[in-house]
């Protein structure tokens, strides 16, 4: 029964670390376009990006 309840935190674990790499190739990704001249202004950008994770618990 360990051995299940292991397996699923892994499970959780590496789903949760490609969540971040997903997360992190989408802000880049943002940004590359805002640096092109797409997308938003990158102060509204950061502006957002920080109120949203000021108070989280990372």
């Known amino acids: ?3 299940t309840a292991t397996v699923r935190k ?3 674990i590496d789903a949760m670390e490609e ?3 997903e ?3 989408m802000v880049m990704d943002s940004y590359h ?3 092109n001249g797409k997308g938003r202004d990158y ?3 950061f502006a957002e990006l920080e ?3 000021r ?3 990372v």
């Open 55 to 57: 108070n989280a618990n």
């Open 10 to 12: 892994s499970d959780i």
């Open 23 to 25: 997360i992190r190739k």
């Open 1 to 3: 029964m360990a051995t």
């Open 33 to 35: 376009d805002m640096e």
């Open 19 to 21: 969540n971040q790499k």
């Open 51 to 53: 109120s949203r994770y």
């Open 43 to 45: 102060k509204e950008f």
